[in-house]
């Protein structure tokens, strides 16, 4: 894989609130990214954890506070159910060739190695909307990492498939963020969090009814039960 071309801008929240129907999603929200490495999202249900990820992708809008992010041209977002297009699984794949994450450099140089890595080839004349959830979600994660981003969103990546297909997310994931690149990941699984964990690169954060709870530098299950 290729390395990141940039390091990643800083992400920071200050004082963010968000609301839907007004109900308070994120509450006076402050918090600030670890530069570098992977920042694992763990909380219950509904904490705000996805809302946070499209804030910061600027798929939602706070109704106060500021957000610091890269922007939205250095960033690439796996959500949790995948959209795809209503074409095949190769029309899917090149609906991005040639957008400012995907230069057609770049995604042709890529190509033949990311359908292999997520099994793709025997796929590729299938129409996406007929595979089955892993597959799926292999084909967004190999459209997720076609891309050339230094900041990767990942909300819940091993939600709903098999051990086999998350660990080929996992794997991927770990390669971008050894060559540069930051990633932030939201996850209830705390045996995923400790397969991708690194002390002194890592953290773990733990929001609650949409505010910050606590943040570890280690893989803490005693934490997690506190506030779960």
Do not use: W
């Not at 159910?81 to 209503?86: E, K, Q, V, W």
């Not at 963020?177 to 733990?206: C, N, W, Y």
């Not at 009814?209 to 506190?226: F, K, S, T, V, Y």
Request: charged share 20%.
């Amino acid at each position: 894989m290729p390395k990141s071309p940039t390091p990643p801008a800083a992400i920071t929240l200050q004082a963010v609130n968000l609301q839907y129907q007004n109900k308070p999603i994120l509450q006076s929200l402050s918090l600030s990214f670890a530069p570098q490495g992977i920042s694992f999202l763990m909380g219950e249900n509904g904490a705000g954890k996805t809302q946070m990820l499209r804030c910061i992708h600027g798929l939602s809008t706070p109704n106060s506070g500021h957000i610091s992010a890269p922007p939205i041209e250095q960033q690439a977002f796996l959500q949790q159910t995948p959209i795809l297009l209503n074409r095949s699984v190769l029309a899917n794949l090149r609906f991005i060739r040639d957008c400012p994450m995907a230069p057609a450099a770049h995604f042709d140089r890529q190509f033949a190695a990311i359908v292999e890595r997520f099994s793709l080839g025997d796929l590729l004349s299938q129409a996406a909307l007929t595979l089955s959830g892993g597959q799926r979600k292999r084909l967004a994660a190999a459209r997720l990492f076609l891309q050339q981003a230094n900041c990767y969103l990942l909300d819940e990546p091993g939600a709903n498939i098999d051990r086999h297909n998350s660990r080929l997310i996992e794997s991927a994931i770990q390669q971008r963020v050894d060559s540069g690149a930051k990633a932030i990941v939201t996850t209830h699984d705390f045996f995923q969090l400790q397969r991708l964990f690194k002390p002194g690169r890592d953290e773990m954060i733990i929001i609650k009814n949409g505010q910050l709870a606590a943040i570890a530098r280690h893989p803490d299950a005693e934490l997690l039960r506190r506030y779960l």
